[in-house]
């Protein structure tokens, strides 16, 4: 697709870096699963000398994720995990940044756990209200690290407002979109100078297949990051950034149709009576739905729960679903539940979680695809052994 050419978000999915196969007319370019390329003399190659530096499968789905968020260019992955770890190693020791509080806990383990002992500084603030976080910018202070929708409380944070912060700070701003997606968001588009993704959940969608990808404006910091990643070798598979592409095509699809499930359950969860409250930014009691319709497309597919119950009685009606899968992860087809205190923030400390609101009768959804009313009945039928 001639990149002059102007597409619609689905458009440009499907037809971004697909250009069918010169050699033989395939509609879908070959998977390059090779190690390394001839060259024809010493140093004189077809711009490829070996797969942990670049390959052309994977080449393809960093031009069409780059398209997807309106970016320069970009990078993919071997996981979400590796692309935070490639970033942060652009930083030097004494460097601070500062995060929102609300992360993933993986993301809260390796910069609390690992990157701490090599000298960065973190500090970890609520962005969602104004004030604090200005506040806690340093002199030494070089990255704003934010989630939005955050997981797993999902707050939403002004990407525009913290943009401008950052801009009259001289901060690079980078902003985890992996909740939303490039269908629902574009922090490029906001302001933000960094969009990361775990390719594993929206973007990937089956469930099938883990990655991570990085996205941005600036060249230098492009630059900078190749050679991070190839020095670290955090490099994803060919048949990995295959499959990837190939399900990114059918994003905007499966994205409305997420949606449009998790709006109807978390109206249904709010009404039952065995639901303390529901958070999801669609809905009217949302704190923060007047951002979420100014800042996102659509509201997305991820909603908390805080259950009226005790410790045990959530693991029962955990244990009791049969269509909601009890696993970690998010984004995929089918629906997930989990349990964010004893699973995905697990690394955080108590006293962190119980700050934050990540209680013992806290579960997090990933809504999927299935029948809706599918879905409604099996959350019902669980809710009704508490």
């Not at 709006?263 to 951002?291: C, D, N, R, T």
């Not at 959530?314 to 049969?322: N, P, R, V």
Request: hydrophobic share 35%.
């Amino acid at each position: 697709m001639n990149k002059n050419t102007q597409t619609h978000f689905e458009t440009t999915l499907i037809h971004c870096a697909q250009e069918p196969d010169q050699s033989t007319g395939s509609v879908i370019p070959p998977i390059y699963q090779t190690s390394t390329y001839a060259q024809s003399s010493p140093g004189v190659h077809k711009g490829f000398e070996y797969s942990r530096t670049d390959n052309p499968t994977r080449r393809r789905l960093e031009m069409a994720l780059a398209a997807s968020e309106h970016g320069r260019d970009g990078l993919c992955f071997a996981s979400g995990m590796a692309a935070i770890t490639s970033f942060i190693h652009t930083l030097s020791p004494g460097d601070h940044v500062l995060c929102s509080n609300d992360l993933y806990g993986g993301t809260y383990r390796l910069f609390t756990k690992v990157m701490a002992g090599f000298g960065l500084e973190f500090d970890f603030v609520d962005f969602s209200q104004g004030g604090e976080w200005e506040s806690a910018c340093r002199e030494n202070t070089r990255l704003i690290w934010l989630e939005t929708p955050s997981n797993p409380m999902l707050s939403l944070i002004d990407i525009e407002r913290v943009s401008v912060f950052a801009q009259r700070k001289k901060l690079r701003l980078l902003v985890d979109n992996t909740f939303a997606s490039p269908y629902l968001q574009n922090p490029l588009l906001l302001g933000a100078d960094v969009v990361l993704h775990s390719t594993t959940k929206y973007i990937g969608g089956h469930s099938d297949v883990v990655g991570g990808a990085i996205i941005c404006q600036d060249q230098e910091l492009l630059e900078k990051l190749r050679f991070v990643q190839n020095s670290m070798g955090a490099i994803p598979g060919p048949f990995d950034c295959w499959l990837t592409h190939r399900s990114l095509k059918t994003l905007s699809l499966r994205m409305q149709k997420h949606c449009e499930n998790a709006m109807s359950i978390a109206q249904f969860l709010e009404k039952h009576p065995k639901v303390e409250s529901v958070i999801y930014p669609g809905l009217a009691s949302h704190s923060q739905h007047e951002l979420a319709k100014r800042q996102m497309k659509d509201f997305g597919g991820m909603i908390s729960v805080v259950l009226g119950a005790d410790l045990e009685s959530t693991k029962t009606f955990l244990s009791s679903l049969q269509i909601f899968t009890l696993a970690e992860s998010l984004g995929g087809i089918e629906s997930l539940i989990e349990h964010p205190a004893i699973m995905t923030h697990a690394s955080i400390p108590k006293k962190e979680r119980d700050h934050l609101g990540i209680s013992d009768g806290l579960v997090r959804l990933s809504v999927g695809i299935e029948h809706v009313e599918d879905l409604q009945y099996d959350l019902s039928q669980a809710l009704d052994r508490i």
